[in-house]
């Protein structure tokens, strides 16, 4: 993506520049809220017809300022593919601040594994610790699940099917405390 942005001559300004000024314009939006309003900011890479998208990589280059510059509590993030990267940026969130990983595809029908997710959990959680010089515990208090961009992120949807989703769904509201995880879980409410 970064290349095509240096590529593209009608861009004006670097990609460091275009994220200053989305920061600023997104805290200057929420300058004025109340103290006890908890905001969250999704960062998607585009889920279109087929599941295609426009943009993909870590958030190594941009976990910095994201995580400290972004007045924002809460980061909901893809983690459900490759194209996102490792968690090593998470080393670089603040101990005021949440992410919520995106473990649960909505791209297709396959199932994720309960046991390969929180496995990624707990390596989120040690990476976000060992930034912090915290506990894995502790970072787990900090860390959610959810699907990685909701169901219905196009109007032409994703390649998954009405089984698949209600299948998703079900995965999503599973009580994962008791398969041994001391996190937290998002349920979908617009299904």
């Known amino acids: 993506m970064l290349a095509g942005w240096r590529e593209d001559k009608e861009n004006t300004k670097t990609a460091d520049q ?5 920061i600023k314009l997104y805290n200057d939006a929420i300058s004025q809220r109340p103290s006890d309003m908890h ?6 890479r585009g889920n279109f017809v087929g599941s295609r998208h426009f943009s993909e990589g870590g958030y190594d280059k941009i976990a910095t300022k994201l995580f400290n510059d972004l007045d924002v509590n809460t980061y909901y993030l893809e983690y459900d ?5 490792g968690f090593e940026p998470l080393k670089h ?3 005021n601040k949440n992410v919520i990983l995106g473990l649960i595809t909505s791209k297709f029908d396959t199932m994720e594994d309960m046991d390969e997710m929180k496995g990624k959990v707990y390596q989120a959680a040690d990476t976000i610790a060992a930034g912090n010089n915290d506990t894995q515990k502790e970072a787990l208090k900090r860390l959610g699940v959810s699907p990685q961009c909701g169901f219905a992120s196009h109007s032409s949807g994703n390649a998954i099917s009405r089984d ?6 079900g995965l999503e509201s599973l009580e994962l405390e008791h398969r041994g995880l001391e996190f937290f879980t998002f349920k979908n409410t617009h299904m």
Do not use: A
């Open 18 to 22: 275009l994220l200053d000024e989305y």
């Open 39 to 44: 905001v969250g900011v999704h960062l998607c």
């Open 81 to 85: 593919t490759p194209r996102s990267g």
């Open 93 to 95: 969130l603040p101990k």
């Open 164 to 169: 698949g989703l209600r299948m998703k769904y």
